[in-house]
């Protein structure tokens, strides 16, 4: 078996550095790696091809910009692999995140792998072993369901079987992908990895940190689609769902809010 990693990159150059010396440093080399340059128009691409000059596991393609989620779902036609994850540009993996999934795939539970937040030189983090937790392989029950896109290993059969791809927004897709998936599983069982780790990194502007006229935007876009999920799946979901849309509200109000202060 074998697992590819998808990783949408936009005007990445200044903070990509982490996550591919991350994928350099695997203490096993068998995975392959999608890029979808989503138009970039900085110099991401040209890092992209240098880095990975002739590497035959290592797949560039460029599209024109669309945003996060158009990206992971080209990413998603495009594997040909069993399993897959998703990473972002700004963050890093541990060096034995590859391996650790690998030695766990013959289980048909989900596999969740743990996350360390990182403020600074995520470098010094690829090798950590503070994290490692002596029994590496943990199940969970049904109650806990994992909505961490870049936490999650996917099978790509059942992603395909039943068309799941994230919605067009920039606001919890990542989360509504997930419920997707974990409930068209009907997997009671969730196996987390404590082994290896995601190494998550906030940066300074990033897409969830931007002014409050893109977040009323992107807000306003999720709404509905988050109000479409009402009902939709079990009550353990429907809880889940009615605390996005009563965050999302809150924040809508909030932004809204701000601006009319900024007029003054």
Known sequence: MQLTMIIPVYNAQEYIANVLLSLKLQTNNNFKILFINDGSTDNTLDILESFFK????????????GGPSSARNLGITLVDTEYFTFL????????NYVDSILNNLNTDRTIYICAAYIKDNLPKHMNDTLYINKNPSIGINKNLIPLDI????????????????????????????????????????????????????????????NGYHNQIKRFSEALPILESYIDKYNEDINK??????????QWLKEAQTKIEQEQF
């Open 150 to 209: 870049n936490r999650v290993v996917f099978q790509t059969d059942v992603i395909r079987n039943n068309n799941l791809y994230l919605k067009k927004i920039s606001h919890y897709e990542g989360e509504l992908f997930c419920i997707d998936y974990i409930t068209t599983l009907g997997n009671d069982n969730i196996l987390v990895l404590k082994d290896c780790y995601h190494l998550h990194y906030q940066r300074p502007g990033s897409l969830t940190r």
């Open 240 to 249: 889940i769902i009615v605390s996005f849309i009563k965050n999302t509200k």
């Open 54 to 65: 002739e590497d035959p596991n290592v797949k560039i393609y460029s599209k024109e910009n």
């Open 88 to 95: 972002d540009p700004d963050d890093a993996i541990s060096n």
